[in-house]
């Protein structure tokens, strides 16, 4: 029985996209890393708990499949920001992310040396 969860979790791995946007935090990435945790034998891993194993599948796999998304349809792709999907999966980017990060050090950086500036020349009049 092992080795048809093990086959069934292969499959799933094999149909979850990877985002290349989100390097480091991709699901579909890390679900490949948990499954080859779990099934580290292949096919003739035992399994501790089958039930738990098989309520994870099934909840990946509504996952995967948008099963809530379908059931429960939205009226519009935009979020209470009035911000789109496509937009959201920008900004969520690893790449948007460092430049963010970039800009926030920027920011910081200028901050202190402004009042480090400050301090030395206070100083300098004492």
């Not at 080859?36 to 909840?59: H, K, L, V, W």
């Not at 948008?66 to 911000?83: A, H, M």
């Not at 790449?95 to 500036?117: A, I, P, V, Y």
């Amino acid at each position: 029985m092992a080795a048809t969860r093990y086959r069934r979790f292969l499959k799933l791995c094999e149909e979850w996209p990877v985002e290349e946007t989100k390097r480091g935090r991709d699901l579909g990435a890390f679900l490949r890393q948990r499954v080859a945790q779990a099934f580290r034998e292949g096919e003739s891993t035992q399994i501790a708990d089958p039930a738990n194993c098989d309520q994870m599948y099934e909840s990946l796999v509504r996952i995967h499949t948008n099963f809530y998304k379908n059931k429960y349809p939205r009226l519009k792709d935009t979020s209470f920001t009035g911000v789109t999907v496509e937009e959201c999966k920008l900004v969520l980017a690893t790449d948007s992310g460092k430049q963010m990060e970039e800009m926030k050090k920027g920011k910081w950086k200028k901050l202190r040396e402004k009042f480090s500036t400050k301090n030395a020349e206070e100083d300098s009049k004492l």
